[in-house]
């Protein structure tokens, strides 16, 4: 069983990490190829491709030319420590401890637009490159086509050793289409989870990628491999509902407070 979750706009490179151990990003030339090309890239047109500031299009810019090889933990963090934002709060990997960030290590994998597939425990260097950007390369018009059936073929290497070929969809939509589900071979089992407004119920956006990393978390310090498990969390009034599950769909719930 595999878990993948989606990345995070906001980082934290305010101070590197203390965490001793790390790895390095598996697919890191096809990184330095896109690399190449969006050092190509003015601010103005940073701004103009990713919807950005004038400050945060400056702010890319400085990434993309400072961006550069090898990794070491004093020019980049660790993935799962450097991403904040709603995933990342519920996930809260700061407070994991060693055992448990090893375990994730085996079984969690972030979708990058940038990285492609990232362990939890990998390097990385700051960049702003979500994966829907319809950034031009010499694979084709959008990261989608330059990712191809890389992250698929990583992830069928990675299924291919585990006990039970099942992968847990926590990720967006925009970066789940970096998977190419007809040539996984796994069964896919995709979360949603909704919260109550009045008499109905609802995908809350703050709150459903919340949600994603506290099951992550739930995942990970429970050491979960079998899928049924999953329909144990309980975890801030989240809870399983069968009747609005449906196939690979499972429905978490919450009522209104």
Known sequence: MLTIISPAKKLDYSQ??????????????????LLNDLRLLSPDD???????????????????????????????????LAFKGDVYQGLDAEHMSTDELNWAQDNLRILSGLYG?????????????????????????????????????????????????VLINLASNEYFKSVQPKNLQADI??????????????????F??????????????????????????NVDGYSFNSAMSEGNKWVFCRAES
């Open 16 to 33: 590197l990490s203390e965490a001793q151990e790390f790895t390095q990003p598996l697919l890191l030339e096809h990184s330095e190829q």
């Open 46 to 80: 940073i701004c103009s491709l990713m919807g950005l500031s004038d400050k945060l299009g400056a702010l890319n810019y400085e990434r993309f030319q400072e961006w550069q090889t090898p990794f070491s933990t004093d020019n980049a963090k660790q993935a799962i």
């Open 117 to 165: 597939l990232l362990r939890p425990l990998d390097l990385m260097q700051p960049y702003r490159l979500e994966m829907g950007t319809k950034f031009a390369n010499e694979r084709g018009g959008n990261l989608y086509q330059f990712w191809g059936e890389i992250i698929t073929n990583q992830l069928n290497k990675l299924l291919s050793v585990s006990p039970k070929s």
């Open 189 to 206: 089992i995709t979360p949603v989870f909704m919260d109550q407004k009045g008499d109905k119920y609802k995908i809350i956006s703050f």
């Open 208 to 233: 459903a990628k919340r949600a994603r990393g506290l099951m992550s978390a739930f995942i990970i310090k429970n050491k979960i491999t079998d899928v049924e498990q999953l329909k144990t969390f």
